[in-house]
């Protein structure tokens, strides 16, 4: 007797069709497995067979044959168990045939069996709706996850025998409903704020058009200044979760492992900080089975690289890419994948190894070679990717004392939800939803400049030795100035703010 049981696997981020074919007849009892499987498939033999008898079903004593289609494609993970015993169950007619069409399962297999939840299910049920399946089963604890995509009924099961009284009656149990709408409404929840900073009123203004805009910020200040406390309630001034983001950055963390408990959609951006020890696979994404980085993981949030100048070379030259075209592109032999990375990169750094050199406080012990050195760890065409270069000087003795709050996030936020409406309205017909986001061409055309900023801006280019992406960049900061201030056109005032973001090039790395 033959058996057809619809189930799924990722690729990166993305689930593509594995289809189950069980077949059943007389013979030795053998159970063979083919189709590539990896060692976690391999052993699932065990656990069904064992998940099976402890469930209270009979386990067929004849030549069992269980093939993964497609054969080519390396089959990885657990997520298996529960479609190849219901395949099993289904060649012994203990689940009816007809049951199985139009469904698509998913699940680990405990010994007692109970249903694990398993990676990727959020990928797994938008391609389930794609492909046209009416109904997807999966565990429990993936169910909310799943019934986030809509349009296809979710079953989420506790045990194999809670799937089997599902299939043999459709009434078994009703389909997993969740409100979207509600997810995205409820408030993010941080537990930092902008009021809580003292001072720092030039470093706030940047990272709010830094936030309007999607730029890409360097931080850099002896320590003690607030550059880890201001990097880190960067995202709590940034625009709520769309319903298009929330379902990227699930799919993320879901794929990776990564999804809290109980959370069926990411409804707060998220934000990253890697130690400076990590290692190039763990920062960009790979591995032998390739795995998002954190650059991913920062997806639509921002990824926080604290003391810049101590990854490895090569962990920061990998970023070049991401950082430019939003995608992380990892090849190995058997395919290649990709992650999307649209992160806000925020990095911060001391001004030399000491960490005083400038300080009005403390006197630097640095020798200038050493400060060469120590900022040449930063690569030029890296450093042309990030927008903003903002000096975050020690605070003054009367600002760190002093008992007024800041201005708080929800303030700020408001406004720079404001500038990103403007930008998304101009944008839309390319597909960007930020300034950021502009090519060069588009720059060009999106950012026109009147005489007299167009000399500034020249002058500005000439003194400081600035690239051609940093006047792109110039541009840019520029025109999220303008977007904040509800201007239609950019005016000389907005570029010569938007050179100030530019201009410590010539300090710290002597351009010019």
């Known amino acids: 007797m033959f058996a057809r049981v619809e189930s799924a696997a990722l690729h990166g981020i993305d689930a593509f069709t594995v289809q189950i074919e069980v077949d059943l007849q007389q013979g030795t009892p053998f159970w ?82 109970g249903v694990r939840p398993v990676n990727g299910v959020l990928s797994i049920a938008l391609h389930a709706r794609e492909s046209g399946k009416r109904r997807l089963i999966v565990p429990q604890a993936n169910a909310a996850e799943a019934a986030v995509v809509g349009g296809i009924e979710v ?23 969740v409100d979207v709408d509600a997810l995205l409404r409820q408030p993010a929840e941080y537990e930092v704020d902008f009021s809580e900073i003292r001072g720092q009123e030039q470093a706030k203004r940047a990272l709010e058009i830094a936030a309007a805009g999607g730029h890409n910020v360097l931080l850099i200040g002896p320590p003690g200044s607030g550059k880890t406390m201001l990097a880190r309630r960067l995202p709590t001034i940034l625009p709520p979760l769309t319903l298009e983001e929330a379902l990227q950055t699930t799919r993320v963390y879901s794929a990776a492992g990564l999804l809290p408990p109980k959370t ?12 400076h020890t990590t290692s190039y696979a763990a920062l960009v994404g790979g591995g032998s089975i ?7 993981l920062a997806h ?91 000096e975050v000087p020690r605070l003054k003795q009367d600002e760190l004392l002093t008992l007024q709050p800041g201005e708080p996030s929800a303030a700020i936020r408001e406004r ?21 986001q502009m090519s060069s061409k588009l720059v060009r055309e999106q950012c026109p400049i009147g005489e007299d900023a167009r000399g500034y801006l020249r002058m500005a280019v000439q003194r400081l030795g600035l690239s051609a992406r940093a006047y792109d960049r110039i541009l840019k900061i520029a025109r999220t100035i303008a977007d904040l ?6 005016q000389l005032s907005h570029i010569a703010e938007a050179v100030q973001y530019r201009s410590i090039d010539r300090r710290f790395w002597g351009s010019g």
Not at 430 to 436: K, M, P, T, W
Not at 485 to 490: A, Q, R, Y
């Open 32 to 113: 063979t497995l083919v189709g590539l499987p990896d060692t976690a498939v391999q052993e699932s033999r065990d656990r069904v067979r064992t998940a099976i008898r402890n469930s209270g079903l009979y386990f067929p004593l004849l030549k069992l044959t269980v093939n993964l289609a497609p054969a080519d494609v390396r089959k990885e993970g657990p997520a298996y168990d529960l479609p190849m015993a219901i395949g099993i169950l289904a060649v012994s007619e203990q689940v009816p045939l007809d049951a199985l069409e139009g469904t698509l399962i998913v699940g680990e297999l405990s010994l007692d069996g």
């Open 155 to 177: 079953y989420g099961v506790e045990t194999l025998l809670d799937a089997v009284q599902l299939l043999i009656n459709s009434k078994h149990k009703s389909p997993t409903r």
């Open 264 to 275: 069926g959609l990411m409804t707060t951006r998220p934000f990253r900080s890697p130690h």
């Open 290 to 296: 390739p795995r998002p980085g954190e650059i991913s």
């Open 300 to 390: 639509n949030g921002v990824l926080f690289l604290d003391e810049l100048p101590e990854f490895k070379r090569d962990v920061l030259e990998a970023m070049r890419q991401p950082l430019e075209d939003g995608v992380v592109s990892v090849s190995r032999v058997q395919a290649a994948v990709q992650f999307p990375a649209r992160c806000m990169l925020v990095a911060a750094m001391n001004p030399c190894p000491c960490g005083f050199y400038g300080d009005t406080h403390q006197t630097c012990q640095c020798s200038p070679t050493m400060i060469r050195k120590y900022l040449q760890r930063i690569s030029g065409p890296l450093l042309d990717r990030i927008d903003i270069h903002l």
């Open 416 to 436: 720079v939800v404001r500038a990103r409406e403007r930008q998304l309205e101009r944008l839309r017909p390319y597909g960007l939803v930020c300034n950021a």
């Open 485 to 490: 201030e509800g201007s239609e056109s950019i």
